[in-house]
């Protein structure tokens, strides 16, 4: 059995739940996307309370955002070149989920 540390205010059934929860493989993953997409987020966030941005380029950066988050769960040659052609896709068929999602 794991070693239990010692926090202030957490018992030991909650510490016990926490660590079930982090072995259980799908929760870890979803951990693990969410990270990824605060960390998306925050690169753009700092870029945008940059005040040396310009703001003609903010059109830019904020599709380079979009992309980059897509990038995290839809294949490469999935994501159209336009974002407005996104939604024509039909991601509630399974089957185009299956195709054009990481992780289904």
């Known amino acids: 059995m794991k070693a239990e540390p010692k926090f202030t205010g957490v018992s030991s059934s909650t510490y016990k739940d926490f660590t079930e929860q982090l072995e259980n493989k799908v929760f870890r993953l979803k ?28 059109k830019h950066e904020i599709h380079k955002c979009l992309y980059g988050i897509l990038d995290l769960y839809i294949i490469p040659e999935a994501i159209p070149l336009r974002l407005s052609n996104l939604n024509e896709l039909g991601w509630i068929e399974v089957e185009t989920q299956k195709k054009k999602l990481y992780w289904i």
């Open 31 to 58: 951990i693990i996307c969410l990270a990824n997409l605060i960390e998306k987020i925050n690169i753009i966030n700092i870029k945008f309370q940059d005040q040396r941005m310009e703001i003609q380029n903010l």
